[in-house]
């Protein structure tokens, strides 16, 4: 392999990376949404953040991962915080 093969063969690893990174990104918003959805009801429109951070630590996700996760959907407009400590859908 020479090194023009090599160098090839990091860009394509470095690509692929980057997309198993963002293809995991989107799988833990989907998780987190579906998680608040769950907890969100007719009766209240807001949720409690503990409450939803129990839940997405039984299921698996970490609270750093759930901390970055819920900037990234404020970010991009599918949660607010009403108050503070409460998540409600937008």
């Known amino acids: 392999m020479d090194e023009a093969d090599f160098e090839d063969l990091m860009r394509i690893q470095r690509m692929m990376a980057g997309r198993i990174a963002s293809e995991t990104e989107t799988e833990s918003k989907i998780k987190l949404m579906s998680i608040i959805n769950d907890l ?9 953040k503990e ?11 970490t609270e750093a991962e759930v901390t970055r996760v819920l900037k990234s959907l404020k970010d991009d407009h599918f949660i607010i915080e009403p108050e503070e400590g409460f998540i409600k859908r937008v």
């Open 40 to 48: 969100v009801t007719d009766k209240n429109k807001k949720i409690h």
């Open 51 to 61: 409450a939803m951070l129990v839940e997405a630590e039984a299921q698996g996700m």
